[in-house]
Structures are given as C-alpha cells and as structure tokens.
C-alpha cells in the first residue's frame, strides 16, 4: 500500500505490541512524507503511517541489515492485526539499509 493512501496509524499502540519482539532493533515511526522519525523524538502532529524496525548499529553496514530484517519478519509474524514486508531505505537523513515496515491492519 502507497504511504499516501495509507490510514494513520496509532504509532504507540502499534509500538507496544510488537515491543518485546524488537529487542536491539532502533523503531522509527514512519511519515505520509517519507520520512523516518526515532519513536523518542515522534510526536503526536506527525502524520505517521507506520514503524520503521532497522538494526541500525554503528559496525553494521547498510548492506548487512537484511538478514536482521528477515529474522525480525519471522519474530513478527504471529503478532495479530498487523502488516510487515521488508524494504530498503536509502536515506542520508535517518538510515540507510534494510528495515520492517510495520503497519495496523486496516
């Protein structure tokens, strides 16, 4: 689904389910926009769409995010109510690599 025929999604509840599976892994809320926001700096006037779970760790590159992602995709997969697929980020502004797009299940 397109991000902006996307519903807006309640962020922290979506966060708080899959919480204890994403242990190590930094969340980012995704944007309408495109753009990913660490959960600690999100706030409520953010149009988000989403999570956004990398292993993002300074001696990881980008290139070997996608066996953390896929581990993770199988970690989320019994979790109820939910949407993931893993894609590729190429931003300079938030992580480059591998992440689990997360989303409610409208």
Avoid at 49 to 61: C, F, K, T
Avoid at 88 to 102: E, P, Q, T
């Amino acid at each position: 689904m397109d991000r902006r025929s996307a519903h807006r999604d309640d962020w922290r509840e979506l966060l708080q389910r899959v919480a204890p599976r994403i242990d190590g892994y930094c969340a980012f809320v995704e944007t309408r926009a495109g753009q990913f926001v660490r959960v600690e700096k999100a706030t409520d006037s953010l149009d988000v769409v989403g999570l956004a779970l990398a292993w993002v760790q300074e001696d990881v590159p980008p290139w070997e995010m996608e066996a953390p992602a896929k581990a993770l995709l199988g970690q989320l997969s019994d979790v109820a109510d939910i949407e993931t697929m893993i894609l590729l980020s190429r931003s300079v502004d938030s992580f480059a690599g591998y992440y689990v797009r997360v989303r409610s299940k409208a």
